[in-house]
């Protein structure tokens, strides 16, 4: 719900933005277990479900995590580290990593979704020391952290940038044949 309104999802799709800018107001864990919640529900290749998420509120281990993390900007409230278990990821084969990979993507933009549907900001970072994450979080070897997504109030919500259209992007049948529906 945003200001009390259910969304359509393609609202929601079109709405979410990378928010980076963020007012100092916590976020209700009941709102956090719902993200998180979403993101367990995502796609996940033969239901492998190779994701970890850790969560971090505590405002000194969100500041330490900033100085490891050039991507991470402003005053998140909270932040979600989505890694990959490589032992649950080699039940996949070959594929298993790359599946992972797939799955954890979507897992995110499930969160940043339904965070979005709540009235909070969400912004993927990749830019961060992994060493460094890994050694700060106590994460495991076997346990590879791939993105963070910071959350929180945005101060404002950036305007949608420009994209580009189906018939330049969509092509039938065959690669060059472009929609023109």
Known sequence: MLGGRFLELITAIKGRRAVRRFREEPISLEHLKKILEAGIWAPSGSNIQAWEFILVTDKENIE????????????????????INKKRAEKGGRLGENTALMDISMAAQNMMLLAYSLGIGSCPVVSFNKTAIRELL????????????????????????????????????????HFEG
């Open 64 to 83: 330490k995590i900033k100085l490891i993390s050039p991507g991470l900007f402003d005053n998140p409230q909270a932040l979600i580290v989505l890694c």
């Open 138 to 177: 106590n994460i495991p070897e076997h346990v590879d952290p791939v993105l963070i997504l910071s959350f929180g109030y945005p101060k404002f919500w950036p305007k949608a940038p420009r994209r580009r259209p189906l018939k330049e992007v969509v092509h039938v049948e065959e690669y060059g044949k």
